[in-house]
């Protein structure tokens, strides 16, 4: 399988990053649009190909049940009112956020559930 520039690439820890630069999947790195999580080397753009779970053209197919989406969206024509919020991801929410572009163009940014996992503090621990 080949990833191209331009395609969007999910590793097991949950980071979505952009792919900038074409590479074979066998190939030992694919390079990323920018260091997206410092569970990588600080300074890296590259992540190795044994940790992509998934990759796709659409960063859409990329979103998970459980993920968090910040999204932003007009809700009041009279006034120019942007409502802010945050939706946690369930199955119906994913179904109709593939099938609804005006829903898609809402999401300003996305955390993975891996990432709210890694960054999330135990209590009671």
């Known amino acids: 399988m080949n990833i191209e520039k331009g395609m969007y690439i ?3 820890d949950g980071i979505i ?11 030992e790195y694919v390079y990323i649009d920018r260091c997206v999580n410092y569970i990588y080397e600080a300074d890296t753009t590259k992540i190795r ?4 779970k998934e990759v796709s053209k659409n960063l859409i ?14 809700c009041c024509l009279e006034t120019s009112g942007i409502l802010k919020s945050v939706v946690i991801v369930d199955y119906d929410y994913l179904r109709r956020l ?3 572009k005006e ?6 940014s996305i ?7 890694q ?5 009671g621990e």
């Open 61 to 74: 197919d990329l979103i998970e049940c459980g993920d968090w989406l910040y999204t932003e969206m007009s």
């Open 103 to 108: 829903m898609q163009s809402w999401i300003k």
């Open 49 to 52: 190909t044994p940790y992509i």
């Open 10 to 12: 999910r590793t097991t």
């Open 17 to 27: 990053a952009g792919v900038n630069e074409n590479a074979k999947y066998n190939d």
């Open 98 to 100: 593939k099938e609804d």
């Open 111 to 117: 955390i993975t559930k891996e990432q709210i996992e």
């Open 119 to 123: 960054h999330s503090l135990k209590v």
